[in-house]
C-alpha cells in the first residue's frame, strides 16, 4: 500500500524520533559492547571476537527495524492526537542524538583516563570521528531501507523525501556530538 | 611513477581509476539516453522549455534561420498564435524564450542524426568533470567517489533524459573547473585552454552560469599567484571568445547581451534575493527540500568532508580553499532560487519540478565534499560506511526513476513520451491544414501544426507571471468568430481539455465536438450541428 501524504505528515516526524532512539540504542549498544567483552581493563576473554565494523552492523540493523516499527506501531501511537507538524520532532531527535553521542564519549574518555592505558574499543571511542562514521552508516543505513521501501512501493514518493529528511537531522545531530565530544576532550 | 596531486595524494594505479571512470561515463551516457533509446520516434516533450528548443533548432537545420513564422497571427491580427515560451524577435516572426546554445547543438545532433543523444552525450561529461576536480583536490580515488554519488542522482539522470540546459551546463563547468586545477598542477596550457572552452561552451549552453563563472574567476584571481599568468591566459582567451561570441550571438536575436528568459529569471532572481523577507518560507522551503530532502546524505557527508578539509595540514591550501569556494556555491545556489516560490513544482517534493535542476552544481558541491569524507574513511578503513553510501544513493536513484512511487518517473516519461508521439503521427497523417486551441498542449504540437493559446483573464488575474508572458484572450469574442472562419475555409479545429472555457463555449454556440482515443485529450471541433455526436 502507498502511503498518502497525510499520512506521511504524521509518521515522518515520528519516524525522526525512533531514528533517534535507534541510534541512541546503536551507542548504547556499543557501551555495552564495550564492557561486555573488553571489561573495564580491557582483558575480557571474547575481544578479539567483536568485528571492527560492529558499530556499522548494529546500525544498520536497528534502523530497518525502528522503520518497520514505525509502520505498524508507532503510526497507531501518534495518530490519535493528530499528526506533529513541522521539524520540531526531527531538531529535537538531532539534540537527543547530539547529547547522547557527547555524553557517552566522554564517558569513555573518563574511562580511558581512570584505567590509564587504552583498550581497542576505547581508543577508537576517544576518536570523534569515529562517532561520525558510526552515524553517516547509520544514516546510509536509512537511507538504502528508505529507498527500499519506495522501490517496493510501500512509500510514496514524499515518504522517501521526508524520511530522507529525518535521517540527515539524525546525521547532523550525530556529527554535532562528535564535534562537541572532541572539544571537550581537548 | 606516481604523481602527487595538489592534494598531496599519490596517483596510484592511475589505469584503474581511468578504467572506472570510463565504465561509469558508459553506464551514465545509457541511463541519460534512457528515453532516447525506448521512445525511437519522439516527437513530444514534457516541458515547454524543451519544446522551444526542439522548434527553433528544426527551424535552424530546415531553413536557416532562428526565427519561425506565424502566417495566423499575421492574417487575423493577433499574437495568441505562438507557443509559450517563445518571443517576438522580429515583426511576426518567434523565437526560443531560453539561451540559444541548447539550439544550436541540437541543431548539430539533427544533421548528425542523433538529437536525442545530444543532452545525455553532453551531461555524461560530467563524470569526467566531477572526477578531475575531485581527484585534482584529494586523489584518484575520491575523483571516482565524487562521480560515483553525483552522477545518478535522480535530478541529474532525470534532467539528462529530457532536452534541457541544466545538467550539460553544469557538466562543463565541472570540466573547466577540473581541467584548470590539472593545468595549474601539470603547468599544461592545454588543459588551461580546454578548461576555458567548456566554461565557454557552459556559458553558451547557460548564461545564468555567469554567477559561478564569476566565483571561478574570483577564485583564480586568489590563487593567480600559483597558476601563473601564461596558464590563466590560456584559460581565459578560449573563454571570453566564446563569452563574446554567445553575447553577440543574443544582441542579434534579442537586441540584449542575455536571452530573454535568462534576463527575465536573472530580474526574478535578483529582486528576490532583495526582498527575502517577503518571501521568508519560500527561503527556509529551499534548503529544506532541495538540499535535505533530495540528498540528505551528501549533505551529512559534505559536512563532515568539510572538516576535513578544513582540519587538513597547512600545505593543502587548495582543498581548504577549494571547500570553502563549495559552500560558496551551495549558499549563492540557495540564495538565488530559493525565493522562487512561482517556479513549478516549487512546493512539492517531485524530482520533476522546474526548481531541482537549478540546484545541479549545488549537488555536485556537496558530492565533491562527500568524496572528502569518504576517502578519509577509506584511510581508516571505513569500508562499509563508502559502501552503504554508494548504495544508499544508486537505491535511491533506481527506486525514484524506476520503482512505482513517483508518478514522474523514467518509466511513466518514457510511456508519455510514447502515447505523445503516437497520437501527434495519427494526427499529422491527414494533411488538413489544423489549428489547436490549447494552455499547455503547445509543447507536443506547435510548429507541426497552428497553435492557439488560450489564456484568460482569470488566468492573468490568478498569476502575474501568465499575464507577463501570454497574450491573454476572450473565448467568445476573440477566437469563436475566427473559429467560424476557419471551419468554413475547411480547416481542421480542435481543442484541447485543457481550454474548458472554449470547449464550453463551443459546446453553447451549438458546435458539435468529438473527442476519441487516437487524439488524446484533444477534441475535435465540427461546423455544423448536423455534424458528429458529442
Redesign the interface.
Known sequence: MTASFADVSATAPVAGGILAGAVLLLLLAENAASRLFNGHRGSARFSSYLPRNFLAVAGASLIPAAFLLEDDVMAAISYPAGPPQGHIPFAASAVILALSSFLYCRSISAERRRTGSGTRMGRRGLEGEIRVEVVLTASASAVIFAASMAWLGRASTEALMRMLQCSFWLALGGIAGAIATRRAAI | MALITRGGHAEEGAPFYLLLVGLLWVACFISYSYTALTVPNRSSFLAPDENNTWCVARQLKEEGSFFINSPLNERFGVKFFRGRLFVEARENRYTSFNSPGLTLLVALGMVLGVPFFVVPFLSSLGVLGIYLVGKELRGPRAGILAALLFCPLPTVVYASNMVLDSVPSAALFLLAWGALLRATRTRSAAWAALGGFSLGLSFLLRQATAVFIAMLLAWLAWERRSVGRKLICSFLVPAALMAVGTMGLNVYLYGSFTSSGQAEGFGRSFLGMLVPVADLSALLHAP??YL???T??L???G??GT?VALRSPSRHRLLRGTSLFMWTIIVVTLVIYGPRPGTWGFFK???SGSMARYFILLYASLALLSSI?LD??LR???H??VL??V??IL??S???SF????ANNLSWLRDRFAAISSYKEALLRDPTPTVVFTRRQDKDLYNDVEVGLCFTEEDAARSPEVAALFPIVDPREDLLPMIEQLLGEGWRVMVASDAPELVDCLRAQGYPLRRSAEFGSLYLVFESPSGEGM
Do not use: C, Q
Not at chain 2, 520503482?403 to 513517483?406: A, E, N, R, Y
Open positions: 529544506s527540500t535535505l530532502g533530495y540528505p546524505l549533505a551529512a557527508l559536512l563532515w572538516v517534493l517531485t524530482l569524507a578519509e574513511a581508516r578503513g571505513g562499509l560506511l552503504l553510501s548504495a544508499a537505491l535511491t533506481a527506486a525514484i520503482g512505482p512511487t513517483d
